[in-house]
Each structure stands twice: as C-alpha cells, then as structure tokens.
C-alpha cells in the first residue's frame, strides 16, 4: 500500500485548505482512513477518521465543527477539508490507512503517507 498525500500550503488565519491523499496497490475500500498531524516540536495527534464505509466519521476536538473528512472510493482517495483555519493548526499533516479498524489513535495504521506542510500564519 503507498498512500501520497497533497494539497498543504501556506494560508492565512480564518482560511481554507483541502487536503487529499490518494490510496495505491490496495483496494482503498477496505481500508479505515485517517488524518493525523503533527505540530512542530510536539507528538504527532489524531485529527480525524472515517470507516471504510464511509459511514462513521471521528474528529478530534480541535478539529470539530471546522474540519471535514470524507472519501471518494471511486478515486481511491480521502479528504480533510479545513476551514477556518488556525495558527495552531500549523502542522505536517498525515494520512493513514489499516483495514482492521478505525483509525483514532497513533499506534493503530499500518500504513502512513509522507505527510504534507500546512502553515497558517496569523
């Protein structure tokens, strides 16, 4: 499984960034997708999760009411849509696939993307 994701960059406060990540060399719905980040000088953090269903989706706390994961199975690929975004939400983001259950905690995905840079500056 390689899992490649896109669409970090540099944004002001109270702005927008979608986040993709595209599964390969697995089927991608049998897979539990998550989003995970990690702020600079601290430990990597859950974000959010959705089941390879599609039918549940987990958020942190920060992450709720202003983030939205979702996936497309068609396209092999999950989503983090970000909203009114934070300085605090400055971090590498991850994507992470397991098959086996839903993604919340750091310890449970086989697999991890390479991580892409969101920098909101205030």
């Known amino acids: 499984v390689q899992l490649q994701a896109s669409g970090g960059g540099m944004v002001e406060a109270g702005g927008s960034l979608r986040l993709s990540c595209v599964l390969s060399?697995?089927?991608?719905?049998?897979?539990?997708m998550g989003w995970f980040r990690q702020p600079p000088g601290k430990e990597r953090e859950f974000v959010a999760a959705?089941?390879?269903?599609?039918?549940?989706?987990y958020y942190s706390d920060s992450a709720k009411g202003r983030f939205t994961i979702s996936r497309d199975n068609a396209r092999n690929t999950v989503y983090l849509q970000m909203n009114s975004l934070k300085p605090e939400d400055t971090a590498v983001y991850y994507c992470?696939?397991?098959?086996?259950?839903?993604?919340?905690?750091?310890?449970?995905?086989?697999?991890w993307g390479q991580g892409t840079l969101v920098t909101v500056s205030s």
């Open positions: 992470a696939a397991d098959p086996r259950g839903i993604v919340l905690d750091v310890t449970t995905p086989i697999y």
């Open positions: 959705v089941a390879s269903t599609g039918g549940g989706r």
């Open positions: 060399g697995r089927t991608f719905s049998m897979y539990n």
